[in-house]
């Protein structure tokens, strides 16, 4: 049982590229989420989804675009990096009962 | 004043002592607890459950107050691996939002 995969582990990205994370869970958790955590700090909510095709904005949404086309997925994209985005970006799922599943994490460096 | 407040730390503590960390939380309509463990530059993994009558599980015990609004978390006979950061997430009644309230986190370290 995988629980929550994000891919890539590790991106280097140039100012204004674009780029998607994908995060793909195996338990049927309606909830997914992501959230940015940067050095010393804790975590800020950027997108989440409480079910297939629907999104909403978290804390820290400008800048990131997200799409739930699939209940298992939650894609998160990058439209022009900056730096400020620098940070570790976690996916997350889960259900109204249980605890967050997190992702290991996706460690992402805009130069 | 943050929705979900925790003293950062770092809690510097020997092996075998005895520590507690609190959350305290200002929406009274929360209703379900959590405390979680992150180790460095790793994601944040369950550590427990949080319930009314409080509970245990080995050397670790978690405790909800909802008069003063605060769950804390005690962990007994600290271990080397305990270091970490501990964060407490607070989910409220809203069927709509599906999120919930992390902690900033409680770094805990454990020296020999």
């Known amino acids: 049982n995988a629980g929550v995969t994000q891919t890539p582990k590790f991106r280097v990205l140039k100012t204004g590229q674009s780029m998607t994370l994908l995060c793909a869970q195996d338990?049927?958790?309606?909830?997914m989420y992501w959230y940015r955590q940067d050095p010393g700090m804790g975590l800020r909510l950027i997108h989440y989804?409480?079910?297939?095709?629907?999104?909403a904005k978290g804390e820290v949404p400008d800048g990131y675009n997200v799409s739930r086309l699939k209940k298992q997925n939650f894609l998160l994209g990058l439209e022009s990096a900056a730096p400020s985005q620098t940070s570790v970006y976690f996916c997350?799922?889960?259900?109204?009962?249980?605890?967050?599943?997190f992702g290991s994490g996706t460690r992402l460096t805009v130069v | 004043r943050k929705e979900v407040e925790q003293d950062p730390g770092p809690f510097n503590v020997p092996e075998g002592a005895t520590v507690a960390f609190n959350c305290t939380y200002s929406?009274?309509?929360?209703?379900?607890f959590f405390w979680y463990r992150q180790d460095c530059r790793k994601e944040p993994k369950l550590l427990m459950s949080?319930?009314?009558s409080g509970n245990e599980d080995g050397r670790f015990t978690a405790q909800l107050n909802r008069a003063s609004q605060y769950i804390s978390l005690l962990i007994r006979d600290s271990k080397l691996s305990d270091s970490a950061t501990y964060l407490c997430?607070?989910?409220?009644?809203?069927?709509?939002?599906?999120?919930?309230?992390f902690g900033d986190g409680t770094t805990l370290t454990v020296k020999p």
């Open positions: 997350a799922s889960r259900t109204d009962v249980y605890g967050y599943t």
């Open positions: 338990m049927n958790h309606e909830y």
């Open positions: 989804s409480v079910g297939e095709g629907t999104t």
């Open positions: 929406n009274s309509a929360s209703q379900s």
């Open positions: 949080v319930y009314s």
């Open positions: 997430v607070v989910n409220k009644i809203d069927t709509n939002a599906g999120k919930s309230t």
